[in-house]
Structures are given as C-alpha cells and as structure tokens.
C-alpha cells in the first residue's frame, strides 16, 4: 500500500514504515493508523492527540500502546503545539517527556521537532495535513514535521533542514525524506488566497494544481512538498511519499475534512537509536 510506505503489524496496532529509513539501522519510526488503541466514536480507536476532545486517560493508554512498538516509555515522547507555522524546536535530553501528558506542556508555537539525541521520540499529530520525516544518517539527526497548507507555502520542511544545518551540521544532501499519508489531490479542494500565495512564492506552482471546472482547483500537497525539499537541496532519489489520501481511506486512517472537523489524530514517530546513560531505549 502506497509508493513507498510500508504497512506493517506492530502487536496491538498498524503502522506505515518507510523502508529506506529501516535500511539505515539507525531509527525506529513510524506513522500510526487509527486501528488497534481504546478510545471511542469519533475517536475510534487510536487517537493520538490531547487537544481534538477525546478523554485524555484514552488518549495516554493510546500513546502508550504507540510506545511499545518502539520499545520506550511514554516519558521519552517529545511533541510540540501546531500552530501551522514555520517554527522548528532543537530537542535536547532534557526536553524528554515535553507533552507526553498534556498539550499545555507540549513545546509552544511549534510545527517541527529536530534532535540528534537517541532514545527521544519526536511525535507529531495528523489528520489531513502532511507529515515529514527527515533523517540525516550522515551526522545522524531526525525530525518530524507538520506541514499544514500554511506550513507547506511558508516552506517548512525547508525551514526544517535549516535548522538541522545550523544546529546540527546537516547537508540537505544527504538527508532521506518521507512524505506520509495526508489528504491528496483527489479531495483537497482550495479557494483562489491559496493559490494566489502559491502564485508568489512558487515558480512550478502550475504543477501542483489541477482545475476541477470550478473556482476551487485541487493542490496536492504531496508534489507541493516534494519539490519544496528538492530545491531545498534533498536529491530527489532521497524522497518517498506514501501516496495514500487520508479522506479516501478513513477505514484505517483520520481525516479531520472526512469527519467534519470532529475526529482523533494520527502520529508520526521518529527515535535515533541509541542508549543515553540510564535510559532504556530499546535499542
């Protein structure tokens, strides 16, 4: 399923995989679905998020069932706000447990986690919006990126390897990339402020649009994001996209448009490997 995610049993749950990122030993990682946690309608069953208005103690047990698959507990979980914007927090040891167990408490004002510390599961919080995976194997950093329609014409996955650049040393160059599932062309519909802002910021932007006869044209973000990190300096051979519209396939996946704006969120995980003094990470 997919053109470069891989669907894969973890016990209790799903997750999407992305195989170049296994082949590099140095990650586990993963994009959850909405299949395999404990919470109720219209959270059925693993909802990820504290802040959509699902019963927080499901919410935990949930991200506790997500934290098996990785091998640590639920107090190594970084997240961060989402705000749809172009902020990207540098994670350190300390920062271990940011969020896991409220969303007031989760980094503010932020749409993307960076760290190069093993043992840290970066998670961030999907239901139609696109999630970035990056991985730099070479200086050995992650991140996990919300790219929202905002997020995605302000350019935050550039930002993202920005920031892995100053902070870290990463090349672009080097980098892998993973666009997961999100609303696709097919259902995403946008109105002409959209396009207008496409239309400033983007030489291609006539690619990543398709007329559908009426004022609202289809952006596929997808495209839109891919080649936002190939002029970013990402080798196009070094990104894969899931391919899979979360509207279209609301039996295993969230959709917050699907669901009238009332429904749970999925997760996108990334954890260098690795055993900080004292702590147990799996590896």
Not at 128 to 152: N, Y
Not at 242 to 252: E, F, M, R, V
Request: glycine share 14%; proline share 5%; with cysteine.
């Amino acid at each position: 399923m997919g053109k470069g995610f891989v669907l894969k049993d973890c016990g209790q749950t799903k997750m999407f995989e992305i195989p170049s990122f296994e082949d590099t030993g140095l990650v586990r990682h993963g994009f959850s679905t909405r299949l395999g946690g404990v919470g109720k309608k219209p959270y059925d069953t693993l909802n990820l998020a504290l802040h959509v208005g699902d019963e927080p103690g499901d919410v935990i047990e949930n991200r506790k069932i997500a934290c098996d698959k990785f091998g640590v507990d639920i107090t190594r979980i970084v997240t961060c706000q989402q705000v749809h914007g172009t902020n990207i927090e540098a994670v350190s040891e300390g920062d271990a447990g940011v969020g896991a167990f409220s969303y007031d408490e989760a980094f503010p004002a932020a749409d993307g986690i960076i760290t190069n510390r093993p043992g840290l599961l970066l998670a961030t919080f999907y239901a139609d919006c696109v999630p970035l995976f990056i991985l730099d194997p070479v200086k050995k950093v992650v991140g996990s990126i919300h790219a929202g329609w905002k997020g995605t014409v302000a350019g935050i996955g550039a930002a993202a390897l920005k920031r892995m650049t100053s902070e870290y040393g990463s090349d672009p160059a080097d980098c892998l990339v993973g666009i997961g599932p999100s609303i696709g062309l097919c259902c995403y519909e946008v109105d002409s402020p959209v396009i207008d802002e496409l239309r400033t910021k983007f030489r291609w932007w006539q690619k990543v649009i398709s007329e559908s006869g009426t004022d609202h044209p289809h952006l596929d973000l997808w495209e839109t994001n891919r080649r936002i990190m190939i002029d970013a300096g990402v080798p196009e051979n070094n990104i894969e996209t899931a391919g899979l519209c979360t509207c279209c396939s609301q039996d295993i996946l969230f959709s917050y448009r699907g669901g009238q704006g009332v429904t749970g969120r999925m997760g996108a995980f990334i954890m260098l490997k690795g055993t900080p003094e004292g702590v147990d990470c799996g590896d």
